[in-house]
């Protein structure tokens, strides 16, 4: 059972830019991570976000540093661990 981390689209606070930058993950690819643990930063309209894990599992990352993001769209996901 794979959850995926998505960008909430609040953190838009205007239409102007409709587009972010995935700064950094905070963990390495295929750790462990817990609920509501920050896994990554990203960047939207010149501010900093944490991005916090939906869900206990194994990290899965699918868009590197740099990457171009978007309201709700999906950057990882967690695998439950069973």
Same mark, same amino acid.
């Given at each position: 059972?794979?959850?995926?981390?998505?960008?909430?689209?609040? $953190? !838009?606070?205007?239409?102007?830019? @409709? /587009?972010? $930058? $995935?700064?950094? !993950? =905070?963990?390495?690819?295929?750790?462990?991570? /817990?609920?509501?643990?920050?896994?990554?930063?990203?960047?939207?309209?010149?501010? $900093? +976000?944490?991005?916090?894990?939906? %869900?206990?599992?194994?990290? +899965?990352? &699918? %868009? !590197? @540093?740099? &990457?171009? =993001?978007? @309201?709700? %769209?999906?950057?990882?996901? =967690? &695998?439950?661990?069973?």
């Amino acid at each position: 059972l794979e959850t995926d981390i998505t960008i909430p689209a609040e $953190l !838009w606070n205007t239409n102007i830019l @409709p /587009e972010g $930058l $995935l700064e950094r !993950w =905070i963990f390495a690819d295929a750790a462990l991570v /817990e609920a509501g643990d920050p896994v990554a930063a990203v960047r939207i309209e010149g501010a $900093l +976000h944490d991005i916090m894990a939906p %869900s206990r599992g194994r990290l +899965h990352i &699918s %868009s !590197w @540093p740099n &990457s171009v =993001i978007e @309201p709700g %769209s999906a950057i990882g996901t =967690i &695998s439950r661990i069973i």
